[in-house]
């Protein structure tokens, strides 16, 4: 479980986030949805770390990774897997390398062993045939697909996916959804997923957070948000004709 | 400016911390020295022949006709090499050859969040992707420079001897006069104080990149000017640290 208290985060005079307080629960996928640039991506980055906050807690499982020191910070992230918006893959490296990366920093598998899981997890984002292409060689699809391999490859705790779906086909994105849905059930760690397809949002969305212009505006499930009576959320359902017709 | 300095230092705090995998640290070293080093060796080659070869010319004609003995061509082109155009000169080229690729390699993986991939991984990137071209560099581009030696004085003999501008005896003669092994110990000492200061800068200016495709290139322009300048600074130190 990640719980986030109070957290501020700002760019020079610009508040991105106001003040965010919400948690995380284990075994469930956590979708965070919101319009573009209302602050998605920046307060992932800050639960991992990778943006100080000016103010507030991250607390993995009761330890705050804000105030942490480096050392217990690497401990905590060997059980990260984190799947970036640009899918941030190692260029000098191919898909097969990609995905082994992460066992060859912390397990010590043999080789087999290695190409085994990476081909077991390559499998399971429906990649075949493409083990030994470089990242600059692949569509931008598949390379959200590679990345999302690379982030389960060492059996993380905390799987954090930033838009995980956009730029696939709708099959391939529920197929995805499907998997990071079954991944987080089947062994019981806590997802966070950002996102701004509905499609996601009604099939695997627990327990969703709308976030509006740096603020968590709605909190609530994929049932209780086709309910919803918040003007600024059903502005944002309203914008997909699907949706539309589905909530009314 | 100061901020920047400042910053520099700090960066090698990250940078020389011991690699968690000792195994896969030498791995990525040898990777290091093929692409960075071996990949220098033809530029390198070309230059020093060409370079050696023009010095003799300039050499002979200086001193042509003169009461001036002929084996004095061979003595001057040596020192010359071996103090001068071997270790600075050739470093100031890989400045701008190694130097630049380091930036833009880690600027580009700045900007395309390889870097914030690793750190997230729980892997401290500077140490990870910067410490294994250090000593890559460190150890190879010493190599680079007896090559370079080497073919700067052997371009020199092809075109002294063969175009009958003084006997082979004469030159070879001139190579050995007054030979002194500390100069070959101060050029390689210079060469590895370059080598280090080529991969820090430029490492430096591609791990702290912000923005984009423009920025990476401007990263690797200003690597590039500051270990040159810095190279020039520093040979300036050493040389009346050690000969003066
Ligand atoms: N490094 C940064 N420096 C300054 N401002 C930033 C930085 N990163 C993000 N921002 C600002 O923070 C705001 C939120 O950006 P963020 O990337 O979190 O949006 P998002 O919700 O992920 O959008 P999208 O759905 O398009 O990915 C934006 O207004 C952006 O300009
Ligand atoms: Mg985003």
Redesign the interface.
Known sequence: MISVKNLYKSFGERVVLHDISTDFKVGESNLIIGMSGSGKTVLM?CL???FKPESGQVLFNERDMVSMNEQE??????D?G?V?Q?S????SLTVQENVI??L???TNMSLGEKIERANFCLQRVNLENVNNLYPSEISGGMKKRVAIARAIANNPKYL?CDEPNSGLDPRTAAVIDELISEITKEYNITTIINTHDMNSVLQIGDNVAFIYQGNLWWRGDKHSICETDNPELLEFLNASELTKRLIK | MLKTIGQYFLFHKDVFSRP??RK?FWRQVFAEIWRLGMDSVPIVILLSVFMGAALTIQLHFGTDGQWIPDYTIGFVARQTIILEFSPTVISLILAGKVGSRISSEIG??RV???I??L??????PANYLVLPKVIACMFFHPILIMLSIGFAIGGGYVVGVASGMMSAFQYIYGLQFYFNPFDLFYALFKTVVFAYLITTISAFYGYFTQGGALEVGRASTKSAVQSCIMIITVNLVITQLLLG
Request: net charge negative; aromatic share 12%; no cysteine.
């Open positions: 980055k991992v770390g990778l910070q690497s401990s905590i992230r060997q990260i984190m970036f640009g941030a893959l190692f260029d990366f992460p060859d920093m912390y954090f | 968690p995998r896969l580009t993986m395309t969040e390889q914030d991939a750190e997230v991984m729980g892997i401290n």
